[in-house]
Every structure is written in structure tokens, then in C-alpha cells.
T-cell receptor, first 111, second 110 residues
Framework: NAGVTQTPKFRVLKTGQSMTLLCAQD?????MYWYRQDPGMGLRLIHY???????AKGEVPDGYNVSRLKKQNFLLGLESAAPSQTSVYFC??????????FGPGTRLTVL | EDQVTQSPEALRLQEGESSSLNCSYT??????LFWYRQDPGKGPEFLFT???AGEEKEKERLKATLTKKESFLHITAPKPEDSATYLC???????????FGKGTKLSVKP
């Protein structure tokens, strides 16, 4: 099993550009999450999904959209990137009340 | 308000020098206290989950304990490969979402 994978690993955008980050998991987990991690801030929840076709807002959802069209995939979109969205983005998944499994991260820089 | 505070922010140890990391918390309905390890440039890796006060779990040189207000991660005779950032997280709410502390960066020198 590959676990949780994220695409791409690195990306540089200019202000105003759009992009989509892809998260895939092969563990058949119901729950999926998107976090951002910034120096001195810890991991913060952006959006999450409790099953295929569902999405919900987390702690810092502004400027992001998500979709969960297939159970194994969770997409994070930035419609108009801003320098404040420079961060490392992590995807995670879990089943029921168990621990979350994290992907390797995407390092995004917005110029 | 649910809150997680980790201390210290950074800890430097000599190989073999045992110590403890602290995670203090306030939460309205605890659905697990989680410990993760994060190496530079990688995603967090799950270590332990504790659900009730008095519970303890061990893995190699690590032992996690839980009270009603805090959790400790005890590191016994650490080795350089234990160097990493250790994250504490609270599970709470109807969905069991996690809120993370800012982490403790542990460095173990040979």
C-alpha cells in the first residue's frame, strides 16, 4: 500500500494564479483532511471530508475550495493564489476514531 | 475554548540523557490525545493515542502518559535518531477533528 500520496511535491505560483493539489489514499478511509503548516503556527485544518461527496470547513478555509468526488481522492484548490498562502500543505486520512495518516506534503510558494 | 500547549519549544539532549516533553490541554470533550513524530521535510508519523486519564503507552524508548490536564512523552536514553519534532494533538467535537500544538523540536547529540 502506498498510503497517502500528494501531488505535486513542490510548486511555485505567481499571485493570482490558480492550482489544484491532489491527495490520494489507498486505505479505503472515509475521512480526509487538508492542513497547512507554517513556522510557529503548527498544523491548521483547512477543510475536511467525512465521506465521498461531502466537504466541510475547518479552522482556516478562506481562499481554498475542496472536492471529494471519489472516496480515494481529496482535491484542494486555490482559485487566486496570494503570498499568504505560501506554506506546506499536508493531506491526511483516517477511519472512524483511529489515528490520522499523513501524506509527505506539498511545499507551495506564492510570489 | 479548546487549546493545546506544548513545552518546551526546543530541547537539546545528550545521547542517553532521559527527559520529558509536555502537552497541556483544555478541551470540552476529549476524543483522544495523539502524539506524532515529524522529521524535516516529511509528514507527521503517528506514535500513540491515549483516551483516558491514567492510560500509558510505550514504544521502544518512548512512553506516553495522560492526566486530565496534560500528557507527557518520556524519552528514555535517547539516541541521535530520536531527533525530530514531536507533535501533540487533541481529538474533539462530533467529527473527532484534531487540533495540534506547535510541537517540541528535540535534538539528541552523540
Amino acid at each position: 500500500n502506498a498510503g497517502v500520496t500528494q501531488t505535486p511535491k513542490f510548486r511555485v505560483l505567481k499571485t493570482g494564479q490558480s492550482m489544484t493539489l491532489l491527495c490520494a489514499q489507498d486505505m479505503n478511509h472515509e475521512y480526509m483532511y487538508w492542513y497547512r503548516q507554517d513556522p510557529g503556527m503548527g498544523l491548521r485544518l483547512i477543510h475536511y471530508s467525512v465521506g465521498e461527496g461531502t466537504t466541510a470547513k475547518g479552522e482556516v478555509p478562506d481562499g481554498y475550495n475542496v472536492s471529494r468526488l471519489k472516496k480515494q481522492n481529496f482535491l484542494l484548490g486555490l482559485e487566486s493564489a496570494a503570498p499568504s498562502q505560501t506554506s506546506v500543505y499536508f493531506c491526511a486520512s483516517r477511519e472512524s476514531d483511529n489515528e490520522q495518516f499523513f501524506g509527505p506534503g506539498t511545499r507551495l510558494t506564492v510570489l | 475554548e479548546d487549546q493545546v500547549t506544548q513545552s518546551p519549544e526546543a530541547l537539546r539532549l545528550q545521547e542517553g540523557e532521559s527527559s520529558s516533553l509536555n502537552c497541556s490541554y483544555t478541551v470540552s470533550g476529549l476524543r483522544g490525545l495523539f502524539w506524532y513524530r515529524q522529521d524535516p521535510g516529511k509528514g507527521p508519523e503517528f506514535l500513540f493515542t491515549l483516551y483516558s486519564a491514567g492510560e500509558e503507552k510505550e514504544k521502544e524508548r518512548l512512553k506516553a502518559t495522560l492526566t486530565k490536564k496534560e500528557s507527557f512523552l518520556h524519552i528514555t536514553a535517547p539516541k541521535p535518531e530520536d531527533s525530530a519534532t514531536y507533535l501533540c494533538a487533541l481529538g474533539r467535537g462530533s467529527q473527532g477533528n484534531l487540533i495540534f500544538g506547535k510541537g517540541t523540536k528535540l535534538s539528541v547529540k552523540p
